[in-house]
């Protein structure tokens, strides 16, 4: 998408080929994109891969291949958890600290010039919502890009 709309990407999110720090995203893409959280989110990245390759039997690491070859195998593994809250500790009393959790932690000191802070998948909630009533917005690369693959196709699409 950055690259559709001519934008760079932060350089802590990609390395280019020759394991440089980039900020072009096309870069990025013939390299290799970096965890999310540093050696934190390398961690978890590596959890996940456990979790949702090797238990599976699918893909994991550098053996996805190209993600952009239409005609290669996916061979994408999932992995499903649940839990019963209440075998661990009793639900009225999970719910009553998951609510004070929350007020605690918006009710943090904010980093300067932040109006308020978002708990995970806030953000993308909100931004649903509004692009249920509003639309999405698409760089014009983007649609040249869709109206293009939809042409291969024998389709058109109205944007």
């Known amino acids: 998408m950055a690259t559709k709309a001519g934008q760079k990407i932060p350089v802590a999110w990609a390395l280019d080929a020759d394991g440089n720090p980039t900020d072009d ?3 990025g893409l013939k390299g290799m ?6 050696y ?12 949702n390759a090797l238990m599976t039997g699918s893909h994991f690491g550098m053996h996805w291949g190209d993600q952009f070859d239409p005609t290669r195998h996916e061979n994408t593994g999932h992995f499903f958890m649940a839990l019963q809250i209440s075998r661990f500790v009793p639900l009225g009393e999970f719910k009553q600290r998951a609510d004070q959790m929350t007020r605690e932690i918006r009710g943090a000191r ?12 806030e953000i993308e909630w ?9 639309g999405i917005p698409l760089a014009a690369g983007v649609v040249a890009s ?3 693959q939809a042409a291969n196709v024998g389709a058109s699409i109205d944007v």
Do not use: N, S
């Open 25 to 27: 995203p096309g870069a």
């Open 33 to 38: 994109l970096l965890a999310i959280g540093g």
């Open 40 to 51: 934190k989110g390398y961690g978890l990245a590596v959890v996940m891969d456990v979790l």
């Open 110 to 121: 904010r980093a300067q010039g932040a109006d308020r802070i978002y708990l995970p998948g």
């Open 126 to 134: 909100e931004r649903k919502k509004e692009r249920l009533i509003r």
């Open 146 to 148: 869709m109206r293009e």
